[in-house]
T-cell receptor, first 116, second 114 residues
Framework: AQTVTQSQPEMSVQEAETVTLSCTYDTSESDYYLFWYKQPPSRQMILVIRQEAYKQQNATENRFSVNFQKAAKSFSLKISDSQLGDAAMYFCAYQGGGGSNYKLTFGKGTLLTVNP | GAGVSQSPSNKVTEKGKDVELRCDPISGHTALYWYRQSLGQGLEFLIYFQGNSAPDKSGLPSDRFSAERTGGSVSTLTIQRTQQEDSAVYLC????????????FGSGTRLTVV
């Protein structure tokens, strides 16, 4: 079974600074997808960024980028120019690539605080 | 609808009572998922519906939990004889079939069993 580990229960960053959230995963599959979700106090999980395992290029969405190290099974999220609105719980998630792999497996999350 | 809608937003119930949680997915999304988020934990898969196929109920924690999806749209998660350990946020999500672009989640129902 796949597992996702987020080793940082809490992180903090100063506004306008850069922060990196860590995620590692365990899988025997070669084809899969990785995601970072943001959960603000409203509770709604919002997709931040997505990475396809077969793509070597790291995904980027505006101020959010990932460092995907497939051999190391590592998938960290970098938030540049942090804003107060980035404060939230961040979850790393894994989805297998086969046609029957519809489940997302989540880590336990990292609570990010942004200090003004 | 424009997003995934869940109701109620919050529910407080007495131990031993039954509760029903509702999820209205995005129109056109054939896949629907229920997850449970307990305090300090990640999201735990409960059940998956896809079209007219038999649902994947492998994540339901006990036979007190059941779910149905009527007409391929609205889903109801029912918890019978609630226990204090059932207290959690129950999140619903929907997606297109075989979608690897991530789910769209609702805002969840916070269930508190007292």
């Amino acid at each position: 079974a796949q597992t996702v580990t987020q080793s940082q229960p809490e992180m903090s960053v100063q506004e306008a600074e850069t922060v990196t959230l860590s995620c590692t995963y365990d899988t025997s599959e070669s084809d899969y997808y990785l995601f970072w979700y943001k959960q603000p106090p409203s509770r709604q999980m919002i997709l931040v960024i997505r990475q396809e395992a077969y793509k070597q290029q790291n995904a980027t969405e505006n101020r959010f980028s990932v460092n995907f190290q497939k051999a190391a099974k590592s998938f960290s999220l970098k938030i540049s120019d942090s804003q107060l609105g980035d404060a939230a719980m961040y979850f790393c998630a894994y989805q297998g690539g086969g046609g029957s792999n519809y489940k997302l497996t989540f880590g336990k999350g990292t609570l990010l605080t942004v200090n003004p | 609808g424009a997003g995934v809608s869940q109701s109620p937003s919050n529910k407080v119930t007495e131990k031993g009572k039954d509760v029903e949680l509702r999820c209205d997915p995005i129109s056109g999304h054939t896949a629907l998922y229920w997850y449970r988020q307990s305090l300090g934990q990640g999201l735990e898969f409960l059940i998956y519906f896809q079209g007219n196929s038999a649902p994947d109920k492998s994540g339901l924690p006990s036979d007190r939990f059941s779910a149905e999806r009527t007409g391929g749209s609205v889903s109801t998660l029912t918890i019978q004889r609630t226990q204090q350990e059932d207290s959690a946020v129950y999140l619903c999500a929907s997606s297109l079939e075989m979608d690897n672009y991530g789910y769209t989640f609702g805002s969840g129902t916070r269930l508190t069993v007292v």
